[in-house]
Nanobody, 124 residues
């Protein structure tokens, strides 16, 4: 059974940094894309960033220049480095994975595998 597990959330003051990690296990993927989404209280889940198996990255406009997505060799672990955090970045952050293109990277319906989420709280 495939498991998607996020870690690294926490509380930080505005301007600070956090690094989230995502590990996908339970199956060998010949190709795998990994994405990060977030959901703030009272809001819909939104796309944050994605790392395609080719190495291509995508970012939401709200995080460009502040967040960076990367993976270790083989992308067994994917990281989301978050710098210059703002209060509006406060949300539960979810990692998602897929092994085929099922939609645009910024659409959550395009990602069949999800983690439980990790809370990020940024205080001003």
């Amino acid at each position: 059974q495939v498991q998607v597990v996020e870690s690294g959330g926490g509380s930080v003051q505005a301007g600070g940094s956090l690094r989230l990690s995502c590990v996908v296990s339970g199956r060998t993927f010949s190709r795998r894309d990994t994405g990060w989404f977030r959901q703030a209280p009272g809001k819909e889940r939104e796309f944050v960033a994605a790392l395609i198996w080719t190495g291509t990255t995508y970012y939401a406009d709200a995080v460009k220049g502040r967040f960076a997505i990367s993976g270790d060799d083989g992308q067994n672990t994917v990281f989301l480095q978050m710098n210059s955090l703002k209060s509006e970045d406060t949300a539960v952050y979810y990692c998602a994975a897929r092994d085929r293109i099922t939609g645009a990277v910024n659409e959550d319906r395009a990602w069949p595998l999800w983690g439980q989420g990790t809370q990020v709280t940024v205080s001003s």
